[in-house]
C-alpha cells in the first residue's frame, strides 16, 4: 500500500520530522453549533449570522519566498443579502475576492481589510449578494506567517531538503488561511496542495490523489468531519513512511524513520487502550490523523512517549468534543492530560502512571506559586490578551487533577461511565465551561449527592490555587529517590555508590528536581558518575541544564548553547533563557545565543523568547 494512502499523523521541529499515523475511520459527523453565550473574544467573524460549512484550498507550497499561494473557497448557508461575511486574516496578501451562488460562475466582490490588530490580525468583510453561498478568495501568505514554520535543509535531520510544518493553535490558522478563525466554528474542508516534485505532502486529512499525481508534486485530501480551523494542518517535506501496527504506522525523515518507529512501537497498544476506556473515537490523533510531534521525545527508551498518549486522547477531548473558545482550554487540556495517564497505565503500568503524576504535581505547584491568582482559575479571562498566554501548564494539570478526584470519589466504574456518556453526547460540538458543568452537574454530581459533596467545582474552575481536597499521588519508587537525592545533598552518599541503573526517566527526574541548589563542584561529581551533560534524553538534559545555570558550572556551557540552538520546544526553551536573564553574566550568553538561534525557532517561539531576552534592555 502506498504509505500516503495512510491516515493520520506527523511530527516535525529543528533538526528533524516525525509522523504518528492512526488509521481509524471516522464515524458519521454533525456540525455542532457555537453555544449561543459562547463569545470568542479573539475572533472578528460573526457565524450567528453567516456560517461557514467548508473550505477548499488550492495552494502552491514556494520554499523559495516562503509563501503559500493560490485560492480558498468558502461554502456557507445561502445569505439573505442582508450580511456580511467576516473573516480572520493576518497578513494575508489578498489579490481578489469573487462569489457565487452555485460554485461555479464567480462574479467579482465588494470587500475590505479593517484595521490590524496587534493580536487578532484584521478582518476581512465581503459583502454577499441574497442567495450567495460560495465565496473564492486569492491569496499569498506572508514568510513571517505566524502559523508556518519553514525549515532550510540545514535545519532538518536530513540536511538534503527544505521543510514546512503548521502550527495553527490557537489563533494562528488566520496566519495562512482566511477563515472563521474560532474553535466554536467547525468546517469540513479539502485541499490540493502543489509542492516541489519529491516532497511528500500530509494534512490533517485523507489523502485523495493517485501516487502518479503525488509523482507531480500534486497532492489532494479531504476532510469531510467538522472541524475547528486550528485542527488543519500541513507538512511538507523529505518524509518516509513505516508501519508499527495494523492502524498506525510513523512518517519520518529518512535519518530518523527507524528510530521514530522503535520509540513507537507501541502505539496500537495505546489506541486500543484508550478505545476500551472510551470508544471509537472519531478519527485520529492531533491533528485529526496528522499528529505533529518534536524529536525531543525520541528517548531511546519509550520513557518519553507519554507525548503520544497525550495527542492520541485529543481524539475525544479536543477534536471529538471542542473548547468554545480560548477561555475554555481546559476542556480540551485538562480532559486530555487525565486521558493521557489512564493510557499509560494501560500500557505501561501503574507505577509508571503515578510517578507521571506525582511530577506532574510538582511541576503545578510550582507553577501556580509563580503565576498571578487570576491566571491560576481554570476556566481563565484572556479578553483583550493572546490566547497564547492561556497555554501554561496550568489547564493541563490543575484540570486533570480535578478529574482524578472525581475518579477518586466516584470510583473508576462510575466515573468512566460518566466520561463516556460526555464524549457521546457533545460529538462533533464545541462547547463552554458553562455548559460541560451543567452536564456535569445534571448527569453526575446530582445523581450522587453525597460523593458530590467531595468535589469543590467552584473552587476548581473559579478559583485560583487548588482547594485544600485537591489529590496528592504517591510513589514509593520516588520516595526512594528522593532519599538518595537527600543523601548525596548531605554528603553522606557519595554519587558513584547511588544505584541507577534501574531508573526511568521519572526516576531521574525526581532525583534531580529533589535536590537543592548545588555547588559546581557537586554538580562535577554527578556528571562524573552519570555524564548528565551528555544525555540523550531531553527530559531529564533541560532539567540538567536548569539546575547547573545557577550553580555556575561551566563545563555545561557549550551543551547549553547546542541544546538551544537545536531544539525550539518552548517547554525545553523558555526555561532556558528566563534561567540565564536573572544574571548579568547569564544575560550577555542568553543574547549572544539567542541572537543565533532565533531564526531556527518557529514565530510562536520566537514571540515567546522575545519576551524573555529582551526583557532586561
Given at each position: 500500500?502506498?504509505?500516503?494512502?495512510?491516515?493520520?499523523?506527523?511530527?516535525?521541529?529543528?533538526?528533524?520530522?516525525?509522523?504518528?499515523?492512526?488509521?481509524?475511520?471516522?464515524?458519521?459527523?454533525?456540525?455542532?453549533?457555537?453555544?449561543?453565550?459562547?463569545?470568542?473574544?479573539?475572533?472578528?467573524?460573526?457565524?450567528?449570522?453567516?456560517?461557514?460549512?467548508?473550505?477548499?484550498?488550492?495552494?502552491?507550497?514556494?520554499?523559495?519566498?516562503?509563501?503559500?499561494?493560490?485560492?480558498?473557497?468558502?461554502?456557507?448557508?445561502?445569505?439573505?443579502?442582508?450580511?456580511?461575511?467576516?473573516?480572520?486574516?493576518?497578513?494575508?496578501?489578498?489579490?481578489?475576492?469573487?462569489?457565487?451562488?452555485?460554485?461555479?460562475?464567480?462574479?467579482?466582490?465588494?470587500?475590505?481589510?479593517?484595521?490590524?490588530?496587534?493580536?487578532?490580525?484584521?478582518?476581512?468583510?465581503?459583502?454577499?449578494?441574497?442567495?450567495?453561498?460560495?465565496?473564492?478568495?486569492?491569496?499569498?501568505?506572508?514568510?513571517?506567517?505566524?502559523?508556518?514554520?519553514?525549515?532550510?535543509?540545514?535545519?532538518?535531520?536530513?540536511?538534503?531538503?527544505?521543510?514546512?510544518?503548521?502550527?495553527?493553535?490557537?489563533?494562528?490558522?488566520?496566519?495562512?488561511?482566511?477563515?472563521?478563525?474560532?474553535?466554536?466554528?467547525r468546517i469540513a474542508y479539502t485541499a490540493r496542495i502543489?509542492?516541489?516534485?519529491?516532497?511528500?505532502?500530509?494534512?490533517?486529512?485523507?489523502?485523495?490523489?493517485?501516487?502518479?499525481?503525488?509523482?507531480?508534486?500534486?497532492?489532494?485530501?479531504?476532510?469531510?468531519?467538522?472541524?475547528?480551523?486550528?485542527?488543519i494542518a500541513l507538512a511538507v517535506g523529505d518524509l518516509?513512511?513505516?508501519?508499527?501496527?495494523?492502524?498506525?504506522?510513523?512518517?519520518?525523515?529518512?535519518?530518523?524513520?527507524?528510530?521514530?518507529?522503535?520509540?513507537?512501537?507501541?502505539?496500537?497498544?495505546?489506541?486500543?487502550?484508550?478505545?476500551?476506556?472510551?470508544?471509537?473515537?472519531?478519527?485520529?490523533?492531533?491533528?485529526?490523523?496528522?499528529?505533529?510531534?518534536?524529536?525531543?521525545?525520541?528517548?531511546?527508551?519509550?520513557?518519553?512517549?507519554?507525548?503520544?498518549?497525550?495527542?492520541?486522547?485529543?481524539?475525544?477531548?479536543?477534536?471529538?468534543?471542542?473548547?468554545?473558545?480560548?477561555?475554555?482550554?481546559?476542556?480540551?487540556?485538562?480532559?486530555?492530560?487525565?486521558?493521557?495517564?489512564?493510557?499509560?497505565?494501560?500500557?505501561?503500568?501503574?507505577?509508571?502512571?503515578?510517578?507521571?503524576?506525582?511530577?506532574?504535581?510538582?511541576?503545578?505547584?510550582?507553577?501556580?506559586?509563580?503565576?498571578?491568582?487570576?491566571?491560576?482559575?481554570?476556566?481563565?479571562?484572556?479578553?483583550?490578551?493572546?490566547?497564547?498566554?492561556?497555554?501554561?501548564?496550568?489547564?493541563?494539570?490543575?484540570?486533570?487533577?480535578?478529574?482524578?478526584?472525581?475518579?477518586?470519589?466516584?470510583?473508576?466504574?462510575?466515573?468512566?461511565?460518566?466520561?463516556?456518556?460526555?464524549?457521546?453526547?457533545?460529538?462533533?460540538?464545541?462547547?463552554?465551561?458553562?455548559?460541560?458543568?451543567?452536564?456535569?452537574?445534571?448527569?453526575?454530581?446530582?445523581?450522587?449527592?453525597?460523593?458530590?459533596?467531595?468535589?469543590?467545582?467552584?473552587?476548581?474552575?473559579?478559583?485560583?490555587?487548588?482547594?485544600?481536597?485537591?489529590?496528592?499521588?504517591?510513589?514509593?519508587?520516588?520516595?526512594?529517590?528522593?532519599?538518595?537525592?537527600?543523601?548525596?545533598?548531605?554528603?553522606?552518599?557519595?554519587?558513584?555508590?547511588?544505584?541507577?541503573?534501574?531508573?526511568?526517566?521519572?526516576?531521574?527526574?525526581?532525583?534531580?528536581?529533589?535536590?537543592?541548589?548545588?555547588?559546581?563542584?557537586?554538580?562535577?561529581?554527578?556528571?562524573?558518575?552519570?555524564?548528565?551533560?551528555?544525555?540523550g534524553n531531553s527530559e531529564v538534559l533541560d532539567q540538567?541544564?536548569?539546575?547547573?545555570?545557577?550553580?555556575?558550572?561551566?563545563?555545561?556551557?557549550?551543551?547549553?548553547?547546542?541544546?538551544?540552538?537545536?531544539?525550539?520546544?518552548?517547554?525545553?526553551?523558555?526555561?532556558?533563557?528566563?534561567?540565564?536573564?536573572?544574571?548579568?553574566?547569564?544575560?550577555?550568553?542568553?543574547?549572544?545565543?539567542?541572537?543565533?538561534?532565533?531564526?531556527?525557532?518557529?514565530?510562536?517561539?520566537?514571540?515567546?523568547?522575545?519576551?524573555?531576552?529582551?526583557?532586561?534592555?
Amino acid at each position: 500500500m502506498n504509505p500516503i494512502t495512510r491516515r493520520d499523523a506527523v511530527a516535525a521541529t529543528l533538526g528533524g520530522a516525525i509522523v504518528l499515523t492512526n488509521c481509524g475511520k471516522p464515524q458519521t459527523a454533525e456540525n455542532g453549533k457555537m453555544p449561543t453565550d459562547a463569545q470568542d473574544t479573539h475572533s472578528f467573524s460573526q457565524p450567528e449570522k453567516i456560517r461557514v460549512r467548508k473550505l477548499a484550498l488550492d495552494l502552491a507550497v514556494s520554499f523559495d519566498d516562503k509563501t503559500l499561494a493560490g485560492t480558498a473557497v468558502l461554502q456557507f448557508d445561502a445569505a439573505t443579502g442582508k450580511d456580511a461575511l467576516v473573516l480572520d486574516t493576518r497578513d494575508l496578501d489578498i489579490s481578489k475576492i469573487e462569489t457565487s451562488a452555485d460554485g461555479s460562475t464567480f462574479s467579482e466582490a465588494k470587500w475590505s481589510v479593517g484595521q490590524r490588530d496587534a493580536i487578532l490580525g484584521a478582518a476581512l468583510t465581503v459583502t454577499i449578494p441574497a442567495s450567495t453561498q460560495f465565496v473564492r478568495i486569492a491569496y499569498k501568505s506572508q514568510p513571517a506567517a505566524s502559523g508556518l514554520q519553514w525549515l532550510t535543509p540545514a535545519q532538518t535531520a536530513g540536511k538534503k531538503h527544505p521543510f514546512l510544518f503548521s502550527q495553527n493553535e490557537s489563533i494562528h490558522a488566520r496566519s495562512w488561511i482566511p477563515i472563521q478563525d474560532s474553535p466554536g466554528v467547525r468546517i469540513a474542508y479539502t485541499a490540493r496542495i502543489r509542492a516541489p516534485k519529491g516532497l511528500l505532502v500530509l494534512m490533517s486529512a485523507e489523502h485523495k490523489g493517485a501516487s502518479a499525481t503525488a509523482k507531480e508534486g500534486v497532492f489532494d485530501f479531504a476532510m469531510d468531519t467538522p472541524i475547528p480551523a486550528y485542527l488543519i494542518a500541513l507538512a511538507v517535506g523529505d518524509l518516509q513512511f513505516a508501519e508499527v501496527g495494523p492502524r498506525t504506522g510513523v512518517y519520518a525523515e529518512p535519518p530518523l524513520l527507524a528510530k521514530s518507529a522503535r520509540e513507537f512501537e507501541d502505539m496500537e497498544k495505546m489506541v486500543t487502550a484508550a478505545e476500551s476506556l472510551y470508544g471509537l473515537p472519531f478519527g485520529g490523533m492531533e491533528n485529526p490523523r496528522l499528529t505533529f510531534a518534536t524529536p525531543t521525545i525520541l528517548a531511546g527508551d519509550k520513557s518519553l512517549v507519554g507525548l503520544v498518549s497525550h495527542e492520541l486522547a485529543h481524539s475525544w477531548s479536543g477534536n471529538l468534543v471542542t473548547n468554545a473558545t480560548w477561555s475554555d482550554f481546559w476542556l480540551n487540556e485538562g480532559f486530555t492530560t487525565y486521558i493521557e495517564n489512564r493510557i499509560q497505565e494501560a500500557v505501561y503500568g501503574r507505577d509508571q502512571a503515578v510517578m507521571e503524576q506525582v511530577l506532574a504535581r510538582r511541576g503545578l505547584d510550582k507553577e501556580l506559586s509563580e503565576t498571578p491568582k487570576p491566571d491560576q482559575m481554570l476556566h481563565i479571562d484572556l479578553k483583550g490578551r493572546d490566547p497564547d498566554e492561556g497555554t501554561t501548564g496550568i489547564p493541563y494539570n490543575k484540570g486533570a487533577l480535578m478529574l482524578h478526584q472525581m475518579e477518586q470519589v466516584f470510583g473508576r466504574e462510575t466515573f468512566d461511565a460518566y466520561l463516556k456518556a460526555y464524549f457521546d453526547h457533545f460529538a462533533f460540538q464545541s462547547i463552554t465551561t458553562s455548559t460541560m458543568l451543567d452536564y456535569l452537574f445534571r448527569e453526575l454530581l446530582e445523581k450522587h449527592p453525597e460523593q458530590a459533596k467531595q468535589i469543590p467545582v467552584q473552587d476548581w474552575v473559579y478559583e485560583p490555587g487548588l482547594p485544600v481536597s485537591a489529590p496528592k499521588a504517591a510513589s514509593p519508587r520516588l520516595e526512594a529517590v528522593s532519599k538518595a537525592a537527600a543523601a548525596f545533598a548531605a554528603g553522606s552518599t557519595p554519587a558513584s555508590s547511588i544505584d541507577t541503573k534501574q531508573w526511568s526517566t521519572q526516576e531521574w527526574l525526581e532525583f534531580l528536581q529533589a535536590l537543592p541548589p548545588l555547588k559546581a563542584a557537586q554538580m562535577a561529581e554527578l556528571d562524573k558518575a552519570y555524564r548528565l551533560t551528555q544525555s540523550g534524553n531531553s527530559e531529564v538534559l533541560d532539567q540538567w541544564l536548569k539546575m547547573a545555570i545557577p550553580a555556575d558550572y561551566a563545563a555545561v556551557n557549550p551543551r547549553l548553547e547546542a541544546f538551544l540552538l537545536e531544539v525550539g520546544r518552548q517547554k525545553f526553551i523558555r526555561p532556558l533563557y528566563t534561567e540565564l536573564m536573572k544574571t548579568p553574566a547569564g544575560q550577555k550568553r542568553a543574547k549572544a545565543i539567542y541572537a543565533k538561534a532565533r531564526p531556527g525557532y518557529h514565530p510562536i517561539a520566537q514571540t515567546s523568547v522575545d519576551k524573555i531576552v529582551k526583557s532586561a534592555n
